[in-house]
């Protein structure tokens, strides 16, 4: 159908660029989901007032754009601190703490909607803090929490497009070296979004499944 | 402490021109915003159609906006569309891709909106007399409007946030082309990003700010 | 006493260099997607009398005092022109390299010269040298409209496409690209009137050990014809000189 | 008038009205009584067009409602229905929610229409809840809100399907209140409704309705009294 | 034995608990009425130290509920509290509800902890619902359940706070017979209710609340029959 001069050799760079998205991706909504529980479940329990420079602090990942952020990190580590960190190192801390921004958010959200009524029950039976948030909080929170968590996820991997900036060759990136090298660029771009497509489409419908499971009953 | 000098006022003595960056990034944003709440409605609006391929095109727009990256699709909306003879400015390009990425995400949000909204409403406006498009515009539209009024705010923010892509496609006016092109001409990378980011930063708190008033005002009900 | 960048260089067994991978001929990739250019070999040869492996961190044009400033990068071998403003920040060798600058445009658009560009819609690589410049001009003409891209490749993609007219590119990678006949209808219609833009190695700049170390292999690469071998190998043509008349450096 | 001849309407499979056959004159109170699931409010949305029919006639002071020439918006200004949820616009106080129509669908001024939803609110007892929005409002108040924006837009029939039975005990008389009222001021009214008394008390006709088909009609004395289908005794045996 | 002295309770500025005063045996059962806003919840909050108290003691068994070195989590294994809202796991069967406290708390087998909840979901009536969600129950069958749950702890006291005020009517009696049941097998229970006939045939004594005071407290037929106080009369002429 198209008349092109791309190379088994080029897809396996390709499906390599994609690896390393999936790699990046996957750190950081690791660490980043971790982290936002921690940070979730740490500004509902002190509250509002009390969080508000952990919620200040996270409001930052949210306010500022990625690129900056990742700039920035560089910048800081390597010039202002002088670590040598590589740039998959950066990127996943920048993207950990992006994400975790904004799962602290869902994470809240999730244990928000948990009635307090059904908390002070469990806690009335005599369960401890952390057995309340183990068997009640926890299960009724994911429901609620889950779909939004997977957007997040697929937020997080569409963005790490960005991580090109610190010298990580993912998707995009690659993709963008072929172009250079074939100039074609349409077909290219068209296939570097049907390996995006592929990656992220299944994920969005299992995230839509549960969403219409959960939400009937 | 630090093995580097921090030289502030090499950085902000450029604060006037990224400012005007600013002034271009909030152009973009709040163009982008229009154009792809209409856009978005017309999308809603297609999807709900009796029309196969008119739906399929409203679903197509939608999903590739939500699956692939805001680069991605601002790359395409510059160097796609020339492949096929149509040349715009980089600045349009920018707002075209931002444009496509907020309307499929809105109509999303307008989708569920509308399915938060009982079909009872349109059927009382329609024993009143209305015309199906007067109770759409007189009783769905305003309601949608509410349930969808933070996740548009939302998507303002980020509508800001992906002017930063702009460099891509060739823009050098908005604040991260600005901040762009002052640190290849003096390297103080660190000073000049973080300026960026604190003006990025006041921006978006002043849109989530004025949105909380405006929701205030408009939604008391 | 403490070691330094050299030392560290040296012990470490490998040698960072920052490299433009989007500029041919200067630094390219081949079929297998391998880096390959003139500035690539140049980082090698480098690499060889330090008696280290050579690893070639791809940078874009924005992205390479960063990576430099990060820790990531030891030294730059990425076609950096020695502007005053820029040695505030990192500091440079002695030139290994010298740019002419030529005009190439848009068949359609009607352009035969660098006078010619104005009124037009030009662009180049952000960041550059020639960019800088180019805007500069553009300003100076007050019309027309130049377009900073991020890459080499974006530049002539958008001229190939039409959306620029003309840009101003350095010789070496002007010709490569029309010569890769990949892209239709574009051609070099002449020189630009910019100063000879002297490349030079660039690296921490309070790293003096390593600094002296890149002058006296840049002027070694001279003197054993290393220099003129590599030009002949990846551009071709009558080898620039790299001295400015009436000065030492 | 309000004539239905021979209507049947069917949803996929299954059958809902099965040839009904109905006059409501000029100023008459028709209430209709039946089993859950036997088709009233079917026949309501299929007399102001709401719902296509399969076959038979509904012809409205001589129009017929569903035939391709008629316009159906225009036919509904004559209709006022009001359902059984409560269909208040949650966006609008209650002086919006009246005004809306008089202005959007008859193109009235804003002063003309808020006088008119003055005094159908204070008709209904709302005179004093024009600024609130609905949510603030008890579920009977709504109720009587929802009667007054169909009176607005001074309807020559008005058309109730069950309004009480989504409200509690307490809210259920104020809104019979209000019916009772417009049925004394001479409207003509079809009724859907649970609350016999009522039906006894307002009606001039009550019709019971069987699975699809009008098993009986009369006037409330005789439904009532002495119903004469089995099916009717049955239903009123169970409702007493 | 619960004993409350002199308990003080204040949300920000507005005092709740004004000095209560309070002993309850063992196997008596204590009835506390009074108006919306009186304080009764936040009491029973109180004593199984869901919430502090701002000064006074409350001791339960001789152990201080709000003692610093108190262990409230194994303090509230003997008491068991039901609130007004059903409080049902809805992610957990109704036998996973009532085997989870157990479980983990005390740290039961399985098998040993659904023995324990068959029989008192028997004892409640929900014998056979053991497999079915939450969701699937009617207000009152959940309501039984949070009763089970809070037994499946073998606890010492029960508190229950309005557990049928939630509930349709007709839900209220088969709620009020478990309670009544409890009762009769000697449960010491502290009950909220505004059920005056439940309260004058199952308690012991009856306290009236009145604005953070216990005006009144006395055996039913005193305080249904001759209230000494006039906000006691005032309240009970009100329910009636
Ligand atoms: N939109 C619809 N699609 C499919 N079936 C419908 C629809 N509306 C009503 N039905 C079915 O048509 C039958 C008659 O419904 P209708 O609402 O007219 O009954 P009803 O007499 O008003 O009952 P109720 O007293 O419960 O309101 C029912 O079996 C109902 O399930
Ligand atoms: N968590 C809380 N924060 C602030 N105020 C509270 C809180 N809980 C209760 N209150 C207030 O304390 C007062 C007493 O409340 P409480 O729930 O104990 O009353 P009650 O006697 O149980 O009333 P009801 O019969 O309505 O349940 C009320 O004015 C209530 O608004
Ligand atoms: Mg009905
Ligand atoms: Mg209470």
Redesign the pocket.
């Known amino acids: 159908m198209f008349d092109t001069a791309l190379s088994s050799a080029d897809l396996i760079f390709l499906a390599k660029g994609a690896g390393m998205t999936i790699v990046v991706t996957a750190i950081s909504v690791a660490i980043g989901t971790v982290l936002g529980i921690v940070f979730g479940v740490i500004r509902v329990q002190l509250g509002t007032v009390y969080a508000a420079p952990l919620t200040f602090f996270l409001d930052i990942f949210r306010s500022v754009p990625l690129l900056i952020q990742l700039v920035l990190a560089n910048a800081f580590m390597g010039m202002v601190l002088r670590l040598q960190f590589s740039g998959l190192t950066v990127a996943c801390m920048v993207l950990s703490l992006y994400t975790a921004a904004y799962c602290a958010e869902i994470v809240r959200g999730g244990i928000d909607a948990v009635p307090t009524t059904t908390r002070r029950a469990a806690r009335s039976l005599g369960m401890t803090w952390g057995q309340d948030m183990r068997h009640i909080v926890l299960p009724l929170a994911t429901r609620v929490a889950l779909p939004s968590w997977i957007g997040l996820a697929l937020g997080v991997m569409k963005d790490s497009a960005l991580v090109y900036v610190v010298q990580v060759t993912e998707l995009l990136k690659s993709t963008q070296i072929l172009i250079t090298r074939l100039q074609e660029p349409m077909f290219l771009l068209l296939i570097c979004g049907v390996f995006y497509f592929v990656i992220s489409f299944p994920l969005a419908r299992f995230g839509g499944y549960l969403e219409k499971r959960w939400s009937n009953d | 402490m630090f093995g580097y000098t921090f030289q502030w006022n090499q950085a902000l003595a450029r604060l006037p021109k990224m400012l005007d960056g600013a002034v271009v990034t909030m152009e973009v944003a709040v163009l982008s915003m229009l154009i792809g709440i209409l856009c978005a409605i017309l999308l809603t609006l297609l999807r709900l159609s009796g029309s196969r391929s008119l739906r399929a095109v409203a679903t197509g727009w939608v999903e590739v906006a939500r699956n692939t990256p805001a680069l991605f699709q601002i790359y395409m909306a510059h160097f796609g569309i020339a492949s096929f003879g149509i040349h715009l400015s980089p600045f349009v390009s920018l707002l075209i891709g931002i444009t496509f990425n907020n309307a499929g995400y809105l109509a999303e949000n307008f989708r569920g909106a509308l399915k938060a909204i009982p079909d009872t409403q349109i059927r009382a406006g329609r024993s009143l007399g209305m015309s199906q498009t007067q109770a759409f515009r007189y009783i769905i539209v305003p309601q949608m409007l509410r349930i969808s009024f933070l996740p548009m705010t939302n998507q303002m923010v980020w509508a800001v946030l992906m002017t930063s892509l702009g460099v891509t496609v060739g823009l050098n006016s908005d604040l991260y082309g600005v901040t762009q092109d002052l640190n290849a001409l003096t390297f103080r990378t660190f000073e000049l990003f973080a300026i960026a980011a604190v003006i990025f930063y006041i921006i978006t708190k002043i849109i989530t700010l004025s949105a909380r008033l405006i929701a205030a005002r408009l939604f008391r009900y | 006493a403490k070691a330094d960048k050299l030392d560290d260089i040296i012990s470490s067994g490998t040698l960072r260099c920052a490299v433009v991978l989007d500029f041919p001929p200067m630094g390219m990739r081949d079929a297998n997607n391998e880096p390959i250019g003139f500035d690539v070999d140049y980082c090698k040869d480098l690499a060889k009398v330090l008696g280290v492996e050579a690893e070639i961190v791809e940078t874009p044009f924005p992205e390479r005092i960063p990576a430099l400033m990060s820790g990531r990068v030891d030294v730059g071998v990425a076609s950096t022109s020695d502007t005053l403003e820029r040695a505030k920040t990192v500091g440079f060798s002695i030139p290994y390299f010298a740019f002419e600058m030529v005009v190439t445009a848009n068949d359609k658009s009607g352009i035969t010269s660098f006078e010619s560009m104005k009124g037009h819609t030009v662009g180049a690589v952000a960041g550059t040298f020639e960019g800088i410049a180019l805007e500069k001009q553009v300003k100076a003409w007050g019309e027309g409209e130049y377009r900073p891209y991020q890459t080499q490749a974006d530049v002539f993609l958008a001229l190939s496409q039409g959306q620029l007219d003309a840009t101003v590119s350095t010789s070496t990678v002007a010709m490569a690209s029309v010569n890769s006949g990949k892209f239709d209808g574009i051609s070099v219609v002449g020189k630009a009137p910019f100063d000879t833009d002297y490349v030079a190695l660039f690296a921490s700049r309070n790293e003096y050990g390593l600094i002296n170390y890149l002058n006296l292999f840049v002027n070694q690469q001279i003197r054993s014809g290393r220099y003129a071998e590599l030009y002949k190998k990846w551009v071709g043509g009558t080898l620039p000189s790299l001295t400015v008349p009436n000065a030492y450096r | 008038m309000i004539e239905i001849h021979d209507v049947h309407k069917s949803?996929?499979q299954?059958e809902?009205l099965k040839g009904i056959e109905l006059t409501v004159d000029k100023g008459e109170v028709v209430t209709i009584i039946?089993?859950?699931?036997?088709?009233?409010?079917?026949?309501l949305t299929c007399i102001n067009g709401l719902e296509p029919i399969a076959s038979g006639r509904i012809v409205v002071d001589g129009t017929e409602v569903h035939a391709k020439s008629t316009d159906l918006n225009r036919l509904r200004r004559k209709i006022g229905i009001v359902f059984?949820q409560w269909n208040a616009f949650p966006h609008l106080t209650v002086l919006e929610n009246v005004t809306l129509a008089p202005r959007k669908v008859l193109g009235m001024g804003k002063a003309e229409a808020e006088e008119i939803a003055r005094t159908q609110l204070a008709h209904v007892g709302l005179g004093d809840k024009l600024a609130t929005y609905p949510a603030r409002l008890s579920g009977g108040q709504q109720q009587r809100m929802a009667i007054a924006r169909a009176l607005a837009m001074s309807p020559d029939y008005m058309l109730f399907?069950?309004v009480t039975s989504a409200l509690d005990p307490q809210l259920v008389g104020e809104v019979l209140e209000t019916l009772k009222m417009l049925a004394e001021e001479g409207m003509t009214m079809i009724c859907?409704t649970?609350e016999m008394a009522f039906a006894r008390d307002v009606s001039d006709r009550v019709a019971y309705?069987h699975k699809?088909v009008m098993a009986e009609i009369g006037v409330p004395d005789q439904i009532f009294g002495d119903p004469q289908h089995p099916e009717t005794r049955k239903f009123l045996a169970s409702v007493r």
Do not use: N, Y
């Open positions: 949803f996929g299954l809902v039946g089993g859950s699931g036997s088709g009233k409010s079917t026949l059984q399907d069950e859907v649970h309705f699809g």
